[in-house]
């Protein structure tokens, strides 16, 4: 199983990027998937989460201004970011392969790890 993130980059406060995923060897619609996010010196944290049925969840400091989706033909996961804050700066990673047992936004829950890309909010 390989994910592959991209779409990172730096942006002013007030701007948007869409993060991808792809994933090898592994089909989104299996089962949750999600985002996470690790800002520097800080541990890493549950941004968004989409369920096979296509549930969404989303931590309290992205609600409104995050989108998570996938796209099943393409087997690729995306984050769609607006309203960008300082404060989002950080590596984004996307995860799969939820194990029972944990919420959907504990980093415990997934099995499979993206490398991360970097995000800039200045």
């Known amino acids: 199983v390989q994910l592959v993130e991209s779409g990172g980059g730096s942006v002013q406060g007030g701007g948007s990027l869409r993060l991808s995923c792809v994933a090898s060897?592994?089909?989104?619609?299996?089962?949750?998937v999600g985002w996470f996010r690790q800002a520097p010196e800080k541990a890493r944290e549950g941004i968004a989460t989409i369920d096979a049925g296509g549930t969404t969840t989303y931590t309290e400091s992205v609600k409104g201004r995050f989108t998570i989706s996938k796209d099943k033909s393409k087997n690729t996961l995306h984050l769609s970011m607006n309203s960008l804050r300082a404060e989002d700066t950080g590596i984004y990673y996307c995860a799969a392969n939820r194990r029972s047992g944990y919420d959907k936004l504990d980093v415990r829950a997934y099995a499979f790890w993206g490398q991360g890309t970097q995000v800039t909010v200045s």
């Open positions: 060897g592994y089909a989104y619609r299996r089962d949750c």
